[in-house]
């Protein structure tokens, strides 16, 4: 099965999480780029803020996520939501995505929101879902959740 990564990060640990899945797999990978600045304290206040009032956002990527069997998507979370950078993918690409998965990375906040987020965006069920908790990947300890994600995909 073909598969794409693609992936929301402002931290780094999204990205970091993506890159593992990735090389678990043998997939590719394609970082969303958010075009508005949401760099420091302001980009962390503002990019909150549009998370919750569920905006949008201008973004770029590389790949088509049409060329793919499966495309699993990672976002962090942000006020309790899930990025515009993530929406915006979503909203952008809803017709071309045939299969998807969904991992998180968050303070604390719940898987379960993003993946809803993805089913009402793209009218599709989510085959499997993870998070990590920044403590968990400060700590390094991903490999239970990361596994466990990994063996859900290859079982759907």
């Known amino acids: 099965m073909k598969t794409l990564i693609v992936y929301y990060s402002r931290t780094g640990n999204t990205k970091r999480m993506g890159e593992l899945i990735a090389q678990k797999l043998h997939a590719d990978i394609d970082e969303i780029i958010d075009q508005k600045n949401r760099k420091g304290f302001l980009g962390f206040i ?50 071309k995505i045939k299969k998807a998965a969904v991992f998180v990375t968050s303070g604390g906040g719940p898987v379960d929101k993003t993946v809803t987020i993805f089913e009402k965006i793209t009218g599709k069920n989510c085959l499997a879902s993870v998070g990590w908790t920044n403590t968990e990947i400060n700590q390094n300890n991903i490999d239970s959740k990361l596994d466990t994600f990994i063996k859900n995909i290859k079982l759907s």
């Open 46 to 95: 503002f990019g909150g803020r549009d998370a919750m009032k569920e905006n949008l956002t201008e973004i770029t990527v590389t790949k088509n996520p049409a060329d793919y069997d499966l495309v699993i998507i990672g976002t962090p979370v942000w006020a309790g939501s899930s990025t515009p950078a993530f929406r915006t993918y979503l909203t952008q690409n809803l017709n």
